[in-house]
């Protein structure tokens, strides 16, 4: 199906008394979770373990503590 289409029916998906907000954000979310599919696909992951470990450098390069 192509991009315009699934916008389409996304939106249609959505309540009648939805905003434009509304459907700006899930197409966003929808954009978000189609991109990081993308990435597990091409290996592009990093394992929990990683991901901690550069939160901590994150927090102590920034001067916060650490819970």
Known sequence: MAVKEQAIELIRSLPDDCTLEDIQYHLY?????????RAVDEG????QEEAE???KEWLK?????QP
Request: hydrophobic fraction near 30%.
């Open 29 to 37: 979310v929808r954009e978000k979770v189609e991109k990081g599919i």
């Open 53 to 55: 470990k550069k939160v």
């Open 44 to 47: 592009r992951v990093v394992s």
């Open 61 to 65: 390069s920034s001067g916060q503590s």
